[in-house]
């Protein structure tokens, strides 16, 4: 197995290809979802967004978003998305592990997301009962991780952007 592509922070030139790879990864019902309510109309954070290159392809990207839950501040992780050459190789897991390691050193408390819990939880990411996301959404895909002690203990109540 060769070795993953380097990961950096992604910049404003990359994102017609990150658009992209989301496309090919999600298609166009990426925009019916609930996660997708947070993030109309604004960027990501970029220096806690990641993206990883192999040579002038594009192999994986993870985006965060700030939101509040019940008025607690908190950092939303999504989409992430590799390309199909990658996928099985421990990329994605990298870049959910960059992106939760910068967003510590930010200073924020949790992260939140709306994916697969056994995927997610091996990566420290638990059941989130308390946290109402907007429009429908199962509610057992509804993750959050500590990125503090007690870090998740506030995210009570509506996910707003």
């Known amino acids: 197995m060769s070795a993953l592509p380097p990961l950096r922070s992604e910049r404003p030139d990359d994102a ?3 658009a992209a790879l989301i496309a090919a990864a999600f298609g166009p ?3 019916a979802k609930a996660a997708e309510r947070l993030r109309e109309g604004r960027g990501p ?6 993206v990883a290159w192999d040579g002038g392809r594009l192999a994986g990207s993870v985006r965060l978003w700030p939101v509040s839950v019940g008025g607690a501040a908190c950092i939303f992780l999504g989409p992430i998305a590799v390309d199909m050459a990658w996928r099985g190789r421990g990329l994605g897991e990298a870049l959910v592990e960059t992106a939760c390691a910068a967003a510590a050193q930010a200073g924020w408390r949790a992260v939140l997301l709306v994916g697969d819990a056994p995927y997610f939880g091996r990566m420290g990411f ?3 009962p308390g946290v109402e996301m907007p429009g429908p959404v199962d509610r057992r895909r509804v993750l959050a991780r500590a ?10 109540g509506a ?3």
């Open 45 to 50: 954070e970029l220096a806690l967004s990641f």
């Open 147 to 156: 990125l503090v002690e007690g870090g998740t203990e506030a995210l009570v």
């Open 159 to 161: 996910v707003l952007a």
């Open 29 to 31: 019902g990426r925009f």
């Open 126 to 128: 638990e059941i989130a």
């Open 16 to 18: 017609p290809a990150v």
